[in-house]
T-cell receptor
């Protein structure tokens, strides 16, 4: 158990819908990262937050957004869902001044 | 952008055998991490190793940053070592990892 929690574990929804994925980092970690793992794109970095502020963006679509709250948990919002958004979405966290990232169990999203 | 190539793409081992997995990257990096994704999908951090050598039990890793490669050694493999091994790098300094395509390891009893 990495100490990073993600909910829900599985999510099935329809095209055009909106979903929210939730992540709680390890105690004491200030950085939260979101990654997407799909069969065709592999593991891709989406976005990073540090202590409530957006720090870096990767290959995140405009239909996707995220935020980190004062209690440091983070949410990834996916809207106008398409079939191609079906993937495993991971959250990771790291401690201040530490590079090692600890991954949560992921949320498996299926868009029908 | 940076290219991260892992080899071999697939590897089948008998339990007890040793193996070496390789990660080549096309540009200088300031961060390199190895991960194991088990058959249930969980990603486990094995090493943070931007340079040098580290060992953790039956696993060890070496990164030669000047030659742009890293190696992961697995000794006395066990069936629980099965899964996909990823190498991930960062060039930005912001710790945003770029993942390779992985090596799928199957250890058979």
């Amino acid at each position: 158990d990495s100490g990073v929690t993600q909910t829900p574990k599985h999510l099935i929804t329809a095209t055009g819908q909106r979903v929210t994925l939730r992540c709680s980092p390890r105690s004491g970690d200030l950085s939260v990262y979101w990654y997407q793992q799909s069969l065709d794109q592999g593991l891709q970095f989406l976005i990073q937050y540090y202590n409530g502020e957006e720090r870096a963006k990767g290959n995140i679509l405009e239909r996707f957004s995220a935020q980190q709250f004062p209690d440091l948990h983070s949410e990834l919002n996916l809207s106008s869902l398409e079939l191609g958004d079906s993937a495993l979405y991971f959250c990771a966290s790291s401690a201040p001044y530490q590079e090692t990232q600890y991954f949560g169990p992921g949320t498996r999203l299926l868009v029908l | 952008g940076i290219q991260v190539e892992q080899s071999p793409p697939d590897l089948i081992l008998q339990e007890g055998a040793n193996s070496t997995l390789r990660c080549n990257f096309s540009d200088s990096v300031n961060n390199l991490q190895w991960f194991h994704q088990n058959p249930w999908g969980q990603l486990i951090n094995l090493f943070y190793i931007p340079s040098g050598t580290k060992q953790n039990g039956r696993l060890s890793a070496t990164t030669v940053a000047t030659e742009r490669y890293s190696l992961l050694y697995i000794s006395s493999s066990q069936t629980t070592d099965s899964g996909v091994y990823f190498c991930a790098v960062d060039q930005t300094g912001a710790n945003n990892l770029f993942f390779g395509t992985g090596t799928r390891l199957t250890v058979i009893p």
